[in-house]
């Protein structure tokens, strides 16, 4: 099962990831992302992009 | 300015000689009163020593209580592994690593030195607190007196709270400041320096010594089938000294505790644990499975009693401020999550709050940090929720009872001024 991991200490919160993946990640009051389970077989390819955007690099594909 | 914990950070303990880990310590900490107790160090090839814990199901002491095995197992047949002792306890409650490094350090050591020998590993770290000295010192004074042909390196760990956490030893160790980061695989797989690293506790290390001197039998013949052994528990109630027991697994949890704290609710698992009524309380055992089948685990072992007509909602409220300020202010979850949360809880304490603020504060902090301080902080908060609802719905309604500190139940006093709940506030 394919998943998003986010390194917390990384994560600055800009938030580019919500743009380009919105179906699966959501953000918090603070801009920080909340996602949403696993990712979906057909929606791997999104979630490639989401991790490619982030400015800090905080986002990863794990397992799978 | 951080808030300081509601209970002194690295305060005076008593300490009760206990059946096994705690055991004839009356004759002192030296080295050569262990090995008379004791015995030689026994040289115990891998095979035999996860044998050893697997049978007897040894756990971690740390607080998550992880099967010491599995770790061993899987740092396994990997290259240059690392033994990595923690005795740094985070914890302000808590003082039953210091106890145990003050009376027993060699059990420590012995069962770190048998699991490198076992493992093959050349190093063993040692993580002193920082906040307690004189524990720093017993311990590297109990390392010289021994030459067990290992490279033995002494860290201190700042004093915070979240320094205890595994990655942030990790970091420690690197010699980087000891702040949590994301931990991609598990230390023993890829821990110091991306070596296999077996990083517990120094109880779980005392009590793998204990099993490689006694064999599972000898270990066994405290607690039960399920869990057998002792474990440390630190029992607290505010303004007293705590003591710290060593007791079976199995033994009833009021059996233990002081006069002063029957009839009283407790914080099971210290500052990152959960509420309990005393009638809760009451009927438990000390077992780890048990209470974590209950949603209250046992953590580390602290039970932390409020005084005598105290309020737990105040005092949850100070705990989570002080939560909030110890953050290593890293994760932005946290970092946001646990200011907001500590001040929904001071206003709920007021009779102003909402809980269901509460609850979905919980939620949003809960797995979303580099380490367990969120999620700790969030089942403290929530633990209120689920054992003392009708404290806290009467501070709604704008009272704070007394706690029912006697078993007779005390009379109605108002102990801190809750402002009368402002009109039409559900």
Redesign the interface.
Same mark, same amino acid.
């Given at each position: 099962m394919t998943r998003l991991r986010v390194d917390w200490p990384a994560c600055r919160g800009r938030g580019l990831c919500q743009e380009v993946f919105p179906e699966l990640i959501d953000l918090d009051e603070w801009g920080y992302p909340v996602l949403d389970g696993p990712v979906p077989d057909d929606q791997v390819a999104r979630a490639r992009d989401a991790v490619r955007v982030c400015p800090t690099l905080a986002l990863r594909l794990v397992g799978g | 300015m951080r808030p300081a914990s509601p209970v002194p950070v690295a305060g005076p303990y008593d300490v009760v000689p206990g059946p096994a880990l705690l055991a004839g310590t009356a004759e002192g900490p030296g080295l050569a009163a262990h090995r008379d107790r004791h015995g030689p160090l026994p040289d115990l090839d891998l095979d035999t020593l996860l044998d050893l814990t697997t049978r007897a199901r040894v756990r971690g002491r740390g607080g998550a209580g992880f099967p010491f095995a599995t770790k061993l197992r899987a740092a396994a047949g990997r290259r240059r592994p690392v033994v990595v002792v923690n005795a740094g306890e985070g914890e302000p409650a808590s003082a039953k690593d210091a106890a145990l490094v003050g009376a027993a350090p060699h059990l420590v050591l012995d069962g770190a030195v048998t699991t490198a020998r076992a493992l093959g590993a050349r190093e063993v770290h040692l993580v002193l607190p920082g906040e307690r000295p004189d524990v720093a010192a017993a311990l590297r004074f109990a390392a010289r007196e021994r030459d067990d042909r290992l490279r033995v390196h002494a860290h201190v760990a700042d004093a915070r709270f979240v320094a205890g956490q595994e990655t942030a030893v990790l970091e420690l160790l690197a010699g980087r400041p000891g702040? &949590?980061?994301?931990a991609?695989q598990p230390a023993s797989v890829a821990g110091h320096r991306r070596r296999p690293t077996v990083l517990s506790n120094a109880e779980t290390w005392a009590h793998v010594g204990l099993l490689a001197h006694r064999g599972v039998a000898g270990y066994a013949r405290h607690g039960t089938d399920r869990e057998p052994g002792t474990t440390l528990l630190t029992l607290a109630v505010r303004g007293r000294r705590a003591t710290v027991r060593e007791v079976p697994y199995g033994a009833r949890l009021r059996d233990v505790l002081p006069p002063e704290a029957w009839g009283q609710p407790a914080l099971l698992g210290g500052f990152h644990g959960s509420w309990v009524t005393w009638e809760t309380l009451a009927s438990l055992r000390v077992s780890v499975d048990r209470l974590r089948a209950l949603g209250t685990p046992l953590g580390a072992g602290v039970v932390l009693v409020p005084a005598p007509g105290e309020c737990p909602l105040r005092l949850t409220s100070r705990i989570v401020d002080y939560l909030a300020g110890q953050s290593?202010g %890293?994760? !932005? &979850?946290?970092l946001? !999550?646990l200011p907001a949360l500590a001040s929904a809880l001071r206003a709920v304490a007021a009779g102003s709050g909402r809980t269901d603020r509460l609850t979905a504060l919980a939620g949003?902090v809960e797995r %979303? !940090?580099?380490c367990a301080h969120p999620d700790g902080t969030a089942r403290l908060a929530r633990s209120l929720l689920a054992a003392l609802l009708g404290e806290v719905d009467a501070h709604l309604r704008g009272g704070c009872p007394a706690l029912a500190g006697t078993a007779l139940g005390a009379p109605t006093r108002r102990l801190h001024a809750v402002p009368a709940a402002p009109e039409g506030a559900a």
């Amino acid at each position: 099962m394919t998943r998003l991991r986010v390194d917390w200490p990384a994560c600055r919160g800009r938030g580019l990831c919500q743009e380009v993946f919105p179906e699966l990640i959501d953000l918090d009051e603070w801009g920080y992302p909340v996602l949403d389970g696993p990712v979906p077989d057909d929606q791997v390819a999104r979630a490639r992009d989401a991790v490619r955007v982030c400015p800090t690099l905080a986002l990863r594909l794990v397992g799978g | 300015m951080r808030p300081a914990s509601p209970v002194p950070v690295a305060g005076p303990y008593d300490v009760v000689p206990g059946p096994a880990l705690l055991a004839g310590t009356a004759e002192g900490p030296g080295l050569a009163a262990h090995r008379d107790r004791h015995g030689p160090l026994p040289d115990l090839d891998l095979d035999t020593l996860l044998d050893l814990t697997t049978r007897a199901r040894v756990r971690g002491r740390g607080g998550a209580g992880f099967p010491f095995a599995t770790k061993l197992r899987a740092a396994a047949g990997r290259r240059r592994p690392v033994v990595v002792v923690n005795a740094g306890e985070g914890e302000p409650a808590s003082a039953k690593d210091a106890a145990l490094v003050g009376a027993a350090p060699h059990l420590v050591l012995d069962g770190a030195v048998t699991t490198a020998r076992a493992l093959g590993a050349r190093e063993v770290h040692l993580v002193l607190p920082g906040e307690r000295p004189d524990v720093a010192a017993a311990l590297r004074f109990a390392a010289r007196e021994r030459d067990d042909r290992l490279r033995v390196h002494a860290h201190v760990a700042d004093a915070r709270f979240v320094a205890g956490q595994e990655t942030a030893v990790l970091e420690l160790l690197a010699g980087r400041p000891g702040f &949590p980061v994301t931990a991609w695989q598990p230390a023993s797989v890829a821990g110091h320096r991306r070596r296999p690293t077996v990083l517990s506790n120094a109880e779980t290390w005392a009590h793998v010594g204990l099993l490689a001197h006694r064999g599972v039998a000898g270990y066994a013949r405290h607690g039960t089938d399920r869990e057998p052994g002792t474990t440390l528990l630190t029992l607290a109630v505010r303004g007293r000294r705590a003591t710290v027991r060593e007791v079976p697994y199995g033994a009833r949890l009021r059996d233990v505790l002081p006069p002063e704290a029957w009839g009283q609710p407790a914080l099971l698992g210290g500052f990152h644990g959960s509420w309990v009524t005393w009638e809760t309380l009451a009927s438990l055992r000390v077992s780890v499975d048990r209470l974590r089948a209950l949603g209250t685990p046992l953590g580390a072992g602290v039970v932390l009693v409020p005084a005598p007509g105290e309020c737990p909602l105040r005092l949850t409220s100070r705990i989570v401020d002080y939560l909030a300020g110890q953050s290593a202010g %890293r994760c !932005g &979850p946290c970092l946001n !999550g646990l200011p907001a949360l500590a001040s929904a809880l001071r206003a709920v304490a007021a009779g102003s709050g909402r809980t269901d603020r509460l609850t979905a504060l919980a939620g949003l902090v809960e797995r %979303r !940090g580099a380490c367990a301080h969120p999620d700790g902080t969030a089942r403290l908060a929530r633990s209120l929720l689920a054992a003392l609802l009708g404290e806290v719905d009467a501070h709604l309604r704008g009272g704070c009872p007394a706690l029912a500190g006697t078993a007779l139940g005390a009379p109605t006093r108002r102990l801190h001024a809750v402002p009368a709940a402002p009109e039409g506030a559900a």
